[in-house]
């Protein structure tokens, strides 16, 4: 099946540091792809997602570009700030009719220190 | 107004106990799923609910049961606890099958001693 491989972390960084994280996927179609933030103690949350190739995400600061030839969805901030720090998974959408679902990556977790 | 709500937030039982989770939305959705994260925080799948039926299972054990009373709630009974089931269960929804943007829950721990 489908699957999402994610940079492994933890990511830690200081505040105004420039964030990636890594994301790859394989699949067999042309799956949308998504990044989700899940903060401290809460449920995920949809961040960004991207439907199409070379489709740009965005949100909150937050960019991720759909790359076919290289099956990448990258995040990446300019500048990160403690408010951020959370764990950030990669997502895409495959199956189709009722059998749509997402399948996520293993989850990065960023600390971001003052 | 919480928009998927689950209960309990946290829940410590025996093993061999049989114990539920309830889930809620208020957002009109028609589909609701139930997932697992282990202690590593990977997310997987368990159930997918659309219009009360059933549409997907993903190879969960049988000890598992979902119940979707109406569209709104999605309910999650375990028989038999087990320590591997020890986990943060989280629900979402989804206007439909086929949407992309999934709402979730904030989560239920379930501890098993």
Not at chain 1, 54 to 76: I, P, V
Not at chain 2, 32 to 46: A, E, G, H, R, V
């Amino acid at each position: 099946g489908d699957s999402v491989t994610q940079m492994e972390g933890p990511v830690t960084l200081s505040e105004e540091a420039f964030l990636t994280i890594n994301c790859t996927y394989t699949a067999t179609g042309y799956p949308s792809l998504f990044w989700y933030v899940q903060y401290p103690g809460e449920g995920l949350q949809l961040l960004l997602k991207a439907t199409k190739a070379d489709d740009k995400g965005s949100n909150k600061g937050f960019e991720a570009t759909y790359r076919k030839e290289t099956t990448s969805f990258h995040l990446e901030k300019g500048s990160v700030q403690v408010s951020d720090s959370a764990v950030y998974f990669c997502a895409l959408s495959e199956g189709g009719g009722s059998n749509y679902k997402l399948t996520f990556g293993k989850g990065t977790l960023l600390t971001v220190n003052p | 107004d919480t928009a998927v709500s689950q209960t309990p937030k946290y829940l410590v039982t025996q093993m061999g106990n049989d114990k539920s989770i309830k889930c809620e939305q208020n957002l009109g959705h028609d589909t609701m799923y139930w997932y697992k994260q282990d202690s590593k925080k990977f997310l997987k799948i368990m159930f997918s609910y659309n219009n009360k039926e059933l549409i997907i299972n993903e190879t969960v054990p049988n000890r598992f049961s979902p119940k979707s009373p109406d569209k709104a709630h999605l309910n999650l009974h375990i028989n038999s606890l087990e320590l591997g089931d020890s986990a943060v269960y989280f629900c979402a929804s989804s206007l439909s099958p086929v949407t992309d943007t999934q709402y979730f829950g904030p989560g239920t721990r379930l501890t098993v001693l």
